[in-house]
Nanobody, 123 residues
């Protein structure tokens, strides 16, 4: 089992940037595919981005393509989500997830979840 802890959320203005981090508890972090999801109030959890175990292949939701970048540092057991050109519609709780099917875009593809970090973008 792996524990995940997100950080880096906050309140920003439209057009600003944030970098989210997700630290994993296990040294076998490199054996897990990782993903980021988000959930806005009253909406279902939606896929944002995913990255393979080695970090060489990534995928993105259409809504964040070109603005968000996922990366990982296996030496630090951490996955990142760099978010640029933020929009009010990016406001949500952001969750990282582990051990999914490589580049899976469904929440059911992942077995382990963090507690989430709030991102609020004001207009």
């Amino acid at each position: 089992q792996v524990q995940l802890v997100e950080s880096g959320g906050g309140l920003v203005q439209a057009g600003d940037s944030l970098r989210l981090s997700c630290a994993a508890s296990r040294r076998t972090f490199s054996s897990y595919a990782m993903g980021w999801f988000r959930q806005a109030p009253g909406k279902e959890r939606e896929f944002v981005s995913a990255i393979t175990r080695s970090g060489t292949i990534t995928s993105y939701a259409d809504s964040v393509q070109g603005r968000f970048t996922i990366s990982r540092d296996n030496a630090k057991n951490t996955v990142y989500l760099q978010m640029n050109s933020l929009k009010p519609e990016d406001t949500a709780v952001y969750y990282c997830a582990a051990d999914g099917t490589t580049l899976g875009s469904s929440a059911s593809d992942y077995d382990y979840w963090g507690q989430g970090t709030q991102v609020t973008v004001s207009s």
